[in-house]
């Protein structure tokens, strides 16, 4: 029988999948795409500090182009079940709406794909390839995930020729946006290192908040860029300072900010970080600077990979979707170091929510848009 892309996606959101654990999603999975003639690899992937992943790269067909479809099968906590109007691990339909964490990010996407290549490839043959780039690690540290996927497919000269990457991109209707790029973001935290002292006798200690807002004025008070004509403005947020002091009448040892930098392309990781340490040197005194750069920006330029998803989308939806580069991270970004990508999934208004849902309709609507896509790709 054909698959149902509601009931792959029912399947998928049965499993809770919250990350890392896998809780048997990719298994179910992988026993679909083998059914279908792919090749299944499994990639477990390691490293010291973070949570072992398991990963899946599953083609179909040997030669030819090769057109990748990458999404997670992971997913965020729940959070407060109390919340939740149903089981968030239930995959109930109501009034024509799957509920569950990973309807809209991104289970019903990887549902979509699945079955629009089952459609796509029945009867067919010579088109090329299609695969298949499955993570359980997009929504945790992204470290065993789709980064080391791809570097396993470099040493081993697989080439991969365009990609799109199933997040829920669109903000209230089905086929308004796409990716096109991403900001990067840079995560700082700022040590500033004083001497401990009582507040009545300040000549025998070193108070260092003054010179932590001193160096948060330095860096808070410049604008970073005006934005161009596919980014907006980078932005720097503050989102905490901490000192641990309970006692009013002592002076702090020393005192922490947070902040993060997300940016466009008119950045790099490297240059924000020498600026940062530029500004922070010109205020003095001892401090320590811990930089953690989760991806660079980047943008896949209009042309023929966002036309076919824009044409397929529009043919659907009717719906022209705009070419955009807002959000946040996405593993587009490892993704684009290998071939060009864009990002086109369903509705994302109630992505990392309770409730979480997606309309039925819509998930056979990016069925077929994803169907399109293959269609005018191998067309082409």
Known sequence: MALDPVGLAQDLIR????????????????????????RCERLPFSEIGTPDVDNLYARFGDSGRNFCFAGHTDVVPTGDLKGWSIDPFAAEIVDGVLYGRGAADMKSAIAAFVVATERFVKGR??????????????????????????????????????????????PKRL?????????????????VIGAQGHVAYPHLADNPMPRLLKMLTAITGRKLDKGNDWFQPSNLEVVTIDVGNKATNVIPAKATAG??????????????????????DAVGGAYELDIQISGESFITEPGPLSDLVG??????????????????????????????????????????????????????????????????????
């Open 15 to 38: 499993c809770p999948s919250v990350t890392p654990v896998d809780a048997g999603a990719l298994d179910r999975l992988q026993r679909v795409l083998e059914g279908l003639g792919f």
């Open 311 to 380: 044409e397929a989308a529009r043919s659907v939806t009717g719906i022209d979707p705009d070419r955009s580069t807002t959000g946040g991270t996405s593993d587009a970004r490892f993704i684009r170091h290998i071939c060009p990508v864009v990002e086109f999934g369903l509705v994302g208004e109630t992505m990392h929510k309770v409730d979480e849902r997606a309309r039925i309709e819509d998930i056979h609507a990016l069925t077929d848009i994803y169907g399109r896509v293959l269609d005018g790709y191998f067309r082409a």
């Open 125 to 170: 043959g010579g088109f090329g390839s299609i695969s298949l780039l499955i993570t359980g690690d997009e929504e945790g540290p992204s470290i065993n995930g789709t980064k080391k996927v791809v570097e396993w497919l470099k040493s081993r000269g697989e080439k991969v020729d365009a990609c799109v990457v199933g997040e829920p991109t669109n």
């Open 175 to 191: 086929g308004e946006m796409m990716k096109i790029g991403r900001r990067g973001s840079l995560n700082g935290r700022l040590t």
């Open 259 to 280: 902040f993060n930098i997300r940016f466009n392309d008119m950045h790099s990781g490297a240059k924000l970080t020498e600026w940062l340490r530029n500004a922070f």
